[in-house]
């Protein structure tokens, strides 16, 4: 097929935007495993639902040093052959390793030593996944300067993710029992994840790190200047930790499967009802946002598959079908909101730069990584923590109160959608537009000056 004039314009060829996207199957598949089946795991290892929830909060200590620390690394730490992609070459092995390690709990361990295994190998899993999100995200950024492209970049990577998660949850309780259990499992499906990761180091090129010869590394006291600037960053960041805090649903589709559908089966139904359309909606991001501004879009998805959810809620778990229909509805407003939600933090970062004169993606990326594993151990926690509420017993094939279904039906449904109210008005704060954000980046460019940005600008920032 003949180049386009879009095409022609890319900095990044058809083969790097793959070798860079593909990585995102790969590590996204080792946060699923992590973050929606760790409770089951571990609940069926023998540990209590309200010891979990301890064990999220405590672990989320380490995060609040783990992840700023190695934002300030990034900038500071200087690698021959690049500032991200070195980075991500370690992340290739030690994300799949420590993720088979979380999962690996001698059965024959006390409870108190299985807590402390859990603990140290989901540090050490944290800490291989902080070593390779905060640069692949930021790697977008280095690849090129073109703001369409970087949305692309991030639209395929997103498209990965979106089968990172549906893989594991679909086939995950398919094929548990027959491949001898949680351990076994795992490693299988962490050495397809090693493989897929692997492209990236080759074809993959930064070409606008911040690292030229007139640029110095930004200070301690800049780096923290640019986040407290950086209002619009912290607006969306807190919104969606109060939004995903309440999500509690990812974590919960095996115990609604077992509970309420009767089989444990019925979870990889309802994960291919709800995560294969999103595959769709990632390659749809880049055309729709040729006619509509991107948060009206990402709004209008979020209210919408909450929205289902109440639907879902009142139709009740008797009619499995008419579940999964809504399910798939609601999936591909789910799809736009999982792939918006990081081209907002490209955005982020070019006005960071804007307000302060400072470029430490590193530090912006960073936060990502934080706030993106602080809800996850947040929803875990808290879904734990309901658990225990309605009576919940741990071990696999334990005896459940009578009324466990509905509770947890009532859960599954209805708690994100009390974290979305709760964000809303926090979401309506945040006023960055795409014309803007272009504008800033040619400024931040060197290619106009700043009045004529503001000049350009939709409204002052």
């Excluded at 979106?162 to 949850?169: C, G, H, R, Y």
């Excluded at 007139?214 to 640019?226: A, C, G, H, S, W």
């Excluded at 430490?360 to 947040?378: D, E, L, N, Q």
Aim: aromatic share 14%; with cysteine; proline share 4%.
């Amino acid at each position: 097929m003949k180049k386009g004039k879009t095409e022609e314009s890319y900095l990044t060829s058809k083969l790097e935007r793959f070798n860079y996207s593909f990585y995102f199957l790969g590590q996204g598949m080792t946060y699923v495993m992590c973050y929606s089946f760790l409770q089951q795991y571990a609940l069926d290892a023998g540990i209590s639902a309200l010891l979990f929830a301890g064990v999220a909060f405590a672990i989320k200590a380490w995060d609040a040093v783990n992840d700023p620390i190695f934002g300030i690394l990034l900038e500071k730490i200087h690698f021959k052959s690049g500032k991200f992609l070195p980075w991500i070459r370690i992340s290739i092995l030690a994300i799949p390793l420590s993720t088979v390690l979380v999962f690996a709990i001698p059965s024959g361990l006390p409870i108190g030593l299985k807590v402390a295994w859990l603990v140290v190998g989901y540090m050490l899993w944290d800490t291989a996944y902080t070593i390779g999100d905060v640069p692949i995200y930021a790697l977008s950024t280095a690849m090129t300067n073109n703001p369409a492209e970087r949305t692309l970049l991030i639209s395929r990577g997103r498209f990965w993710g979106s089968v990172a998660i549906f893989l594991p949850m679909f086939l995950l309780p398919l094929v548990r029992t027959s491949l001898g259990g949680w351990t076994n499992t795992i490693l299988v499906f962490c050495s397809f994840c090693a493989i897929t990761m692997l492209p990236v180091n080759f074809k993959v090129k930064e070409r606008f790190n911040g690292r030229g010869e007139d640029k110095k590394d930004p200070t301690l006291k800049e780096m923290v200047r640019y986040i407290v600037k950086n209002k619009y960053l912290l607006i969306f960041y807190i919104a969606f930790l109060v939004y995903y805090s309440f999500n509690i649903s990812s974590t919960m589709s095996i115990i609604v499967a077992r509970h309420c559908f009767g089989s444990e089966g019925y979870a990889s139904l309802m994960s291919l009802a709800l995560l294969a359309p999103p595959m769709l909606s990632a390659l749809l991001v880049p055309p729709l946002l040729k006619k509509m501004e991107k948060f009206r879009l990402f709004m209008l998805s979020l209210i919408g598959m909450n929205a289902l959810c109440v639907v879902i809620y009142f139709v009740g778990y008797q009619n499995f079908m008419v579940f999964l229909v809504l399910t798939v509805i609601r999936g591909i407003g789910y799809g736009f909101v999982s792939t918006l939600l990081y081209t907002f933090i490209g955005d982020c970062c070019e006005y960071g730069t804007y307000k302060t004169g400072v470029d430490a993606k590193g530090i912006a990326f960073a936060a990502h990584t934080f706030f993106t594993k602080f809800m996850g151990a947040g929803a875990t926690a808290l879904s734990s923590v309901c658990l225990a509420m309605v009576g919940y017993v741990s071990g696999e094939g334990a005896v459940q109160p009578a009324t466990l279904p509905g509770h947890v039906w009532a859960l599954y449904c209805l708690v994100p959608v009390l974290g979305l109210l709760i964000a809303l008005p926090i979401f309506r704060m945040y006023k960055l537009r795409d014309k803007d954000i272009f504008a800033m980046t040619k400024c931040n460019e060197g290619l106009i000056t700043r009045e004529e940005a503001e000049a350009s600008m939709s409204q002052k920032y």
